[in-house]
């Protein structure tokens, strides 16, 4: 069975309550923060985690460019405080009172908070050398140049690309898939080719196929769920075949908490002919992702869920790809000469970044990196499997709730989140009260997955997302509120 913990199926229609009638009786007046208070001091030590020993926290200090220096701690101050302890004092934001509360942010697969290491960095740039890039030969602009693409190039570092001119910096994953689709897509797929994706894609890997696939008479084939909820892989392989074009999949599926085997994947579609292009927004800010080892010919992220600021993705294509693909826009930069009845166009990247680019945002992504990096993306892994697995076995204690995906075990590995129902009672009712009652933030809706949410036989699902700096005291303040809330509107009924 599917991670089922107390009723067989979410309703379709949840009976739905009219929140400014529920939520008068409670008195605002009274509430008391109830959340646990973290420490708020900046973070001066670097600590291991306990199941990755030998590994390092760096930690930044107020100067962004300031080398950050390990110090280690006795073994049992080491052993009491969790990565999410250590790490949430460097997230400013974390440390703010919500409708009477400790905030508790559990909202992070929608976007992930960011630490000062980046804020200061941001100053830092718009305070000193705010310039354009690439077009001027002035102190200013070559600081600019130098920063923006020291950012390509840790991007590049980070995840193991052949080429730091294999990144391509886009406003967000979205427009890095787009790309693909009006450059590649438009210029390779003919009527009658295949293209194949899963119904738990984001609508962001759907939408410009569709598109696509209306221009150029391709046709989409969609993989469906096994009983477990979980994209049915024996499926995916039967479908492929040399009509085949393209595959379309997540790595981390960002309502079932699911993780697909890219790397086969990858040898079962190149076995046919076929690209593949990975949505990656929900792996690359929690696990190491290396392209080359996975073998993927295009991967996508997006710089607000890993710490970064909004305004900026990426776009990871093999050179040989990339070289072969038209411009996606027309404009400054991207062109090689100008003539007024043709132009000729840059190489990668360039070819693909037309006009200004979101420059700070970039060298946000940077510092971005560097944070992440300084943890150690296996240590934030390692700590998220934790915090995954009793975020869903807190939530498991929940009467009448159903989680969507596979149960964890120890073969099965979920992300850090959790979509679920609970009988009778509207999801967005939910975190309404959550959020008005309690303090704690999480995501109610289709996530921008109503193709997954049907196959699922509901409209709409409550998410909760983690994220390193979270803690197990969060996990058990938001399971206990969960509960009250649960109390509150059946007690209405």
């Not at 220096?69 to 999410?84: A, C, K, Y």
């Not at 690209?275 to 996975?294: E, F, G, R, T, Y």
């Given at each position: ?269 190149h076995n046919v002919g076929a690209k593949v292009l990975v949505d990656a927004c929900q ?211």
């Amino acid at each position: 069975m599917a991670a089922l913990c107390h009723f067989p199926s979410a309703p379709s229609s949840p009976r739905l309550f009219p929140l400014s009638r529920l939520l008068s009786p409670v008195s605002r007046a009274s509430k008391q923060p109830q959340h646990l208070l973290l420490a708020a001091s900046p973070i001066e030590n670097s600590i291991p985690n306990a199941s990755t020993a030998g590994s390092r926290l760096r930690c930044f200090s107020s100067s962004p460019n300031a080398a950050a220096s390990p110090v280690t701690l006795p073994s049992d101050e080491r052993e009491s405080r969790s990565l999410g302890d250590i790490t949430r004092p460097d997230f400013p934001i974390l440390r703010q009172v919500v409708n009477g509360f400790n905030l508790v942010y559990l909202d992070n697969a929608a976007t992930s908070q960011k630490p000062s290491a980046v804020l200061d960095v941001l100053n830092e740039y718009y305070e000193t050398y705010n310039s354009n890039v690439h077009r001027g030969v002035h102190y200013l602009s070559a600081k600019a140049t130098d920063a923006y693409e020291e950012a390509r190039t840790k991007v590049a570092t980070f995840v193991n690309a052949m080429d730091r001119r294999e990144i391509v910096f886009t406003r967000n994953a979205t427009e890095a898939i787009n790309l693909v689709a009006y450059s590649w897509g438009l210029s390779n797929l003919r009527s009658g080719d295949e293209i194949l994706l899963t119904v738990a894609e984001h609508h962001s890997a759907i939408v410009p196929w569709q598109i696509v696939a209306k221009k150029t008479g391709a046709i989409l084939k969609y993989v469906g769920l096994t009983k477990e909820e979980v994209p049915d892989l024996d499926l995916l392989k039967g479908l492929l075949s040399k009509n085949t074009k393209l595959v379309v999949t997540h790595h981390v599926s960002n309502v079932l908490g699911s993780v697909l085997p890219i790397d086969d994947i990858v040898v079962w579609s190149h076995n046919v002919g076929a690209k593949v292009l990975v949505d990656a927004c929900q792996s690359v800010p929690h696990m190491i992702v290396d392209v080359q080892k996975l073998g993927v010919d295009f991967l996508v992220a997006s710089s607000h869920k890993m710490c970064g600021p909004t305004g900026v993705g990426f776009l990871y294509g093999k050179i040989e790809l990339l070289s072969s693909m038209p411009p996606f826009l027309g404009g400054g930069e991207m062109i090689s000469d100008v003539f007024q009845d043709y132009s000729t166009y840059a190489e990668p990247p360039s070819r693909f970044e037309a006009g200004t680019p979101a420059i700070g945002e970039a060298i946000g992504l940077g510092a971005a990196i560097d944070y992440l990096s300084s943890i150690s993306m296996q240590t934030i892994h390692n700590y998220e499997v934790e915090l995954s697995n009793y975020l869903y076995h807190s939530l498991c204690s929940v009467p009448n709730l159903h989680i969507y995906g596979p149960a964890p075990s120890e073969t099965v590995h979920r992300a850090a989140l959790c979509s679920f129902n609970v009988e009778k009672i509207h999801p967005t009712d939910i975190a309404t009260f959550l959020d008005e009652q309690h303090g704690v933030a999480i995501r109610s809706g289709h996530h921008c997955a109503q193709p997954l949410h049907r196959a699922l036989g509901v409209t709409s699902s409550a998410r909760a997302s983690l994220y390193f700096y979270n803690t197990k005291e969060e996990v058990d303040a938001f399971t206990q509120a969960l509960k009250d809330t649960i109390d509150f509107f059946t007690s209405a009924l």
